[in-house]
């Protein structure tokens, strides 16, 4: 039987937008197994951001069900929800988020801390990660001393420390220009040939062609499911 770290049954997302509601997602059903690489693909608008929502444990579905590393969002309190978006889901966003006034080794400690590693193994994690990719003299530099694509390689790093079921990507290539961009598309791709789960969120059908699998979505639903060697 597959590994399956997500499955969305029927999913429907409605919003109220003033008095009139609108349906960001409907009737979708999507699974992922472990060790695959995804691209959900898709214009302004299509639903991909409510997809990488349900996704990444940061919303619950309208009707329909979402099943995370096993686990369904549906039955899960604020505060299950929570514990289980920080031990499955671990994301790289386009603008890096990086804590301000931090280096870069205390950025990819901050997860394991939230867990309640203690600091010293914490450190050593943090510092082995940051070394596997490639930034083992940058341990001690703030966010400042580093360029964009370092910073992206710290967010990665940060996101792969815990060991998570899911590595959730969006737009991580936006805030780069297109040799460095591709550099950290590179390292996703070889991120998943070590057997990680990769999602990738991108409107950029040049970046989507990079993932071995591509679901593009359109007006809420999804278009058509892409399967080919990459």
């Known amino acids: 039987m597959a590994d399956e770290v997500v499955r969305l049954d029927k999913v429907r997302r409605d919003y109220l937008v ?5 349906t960001a ?7 992922i197994e472990r060790g695959e690489f995804v691209a959900i693909v898709g214009p302004s608008g299509s639903g991909k951001s409510t997809m990488m ?13 979402v099943l995370i590393a096993g686990d369904s969002t549906n039955e899960l309190n604020d505060n299950q929800l929570t514990s289980l978006r920080s031990k499955a889901i671990g994301f790289v966003f386009q603008q890096f988020q990086l804590l301000p006034n931090t280096t870069a080794i205390e950025n990819v400690m901050a997860p394991l801390l939230y867990q309640g590693v203690n600091p010293k193994e914490a450190k050593r994690k943090a510092a082995a990660m940051l070394t596997q990719l ?10 400042n001393r580093l360029s964009g694509g370092q910073q992206q390689r710290v967010a990665i790093a940060r996101a792969l420390v ?11 290539t936006g ?8 550099a950290v598309i590179e390292l996703l791709k070889d991120l998943h040939k070590d057997g990680r789960t990769i999602v990738l969120i991108t409107h950029d059908l040049d970046i989507a062609a990079s993932a071995p699998r591509r679901v593009f979505l359109r007006d809420g ?7 080919g060697s990459k």
Do not use: Y
């Open 18 to 22: 003033g008095d009139q509601v609108t």
């Open 25 to 31: 997602l409907d009737g979708v059903d999507l699974v």
């Open 53 to 65: 929502n349900l996704i990444g444990c940061l919303d619950r579905p309208s009707k329909g069900s």
């Open 134 to 143: 490639g930034l083992g003299d940058r341990l001690n530099f703030d966010r």
């Open 162 to 172: 815990t060991s998570p079921d899911i590595v959730l990507a969006d737009e991580p």
């Open 175 to 182: 805030a780069l220009d297109s040799k460095t961009g591709a």
């Open 221 to 227: 639903q999804i278009e058509r499911d892409e399967r």
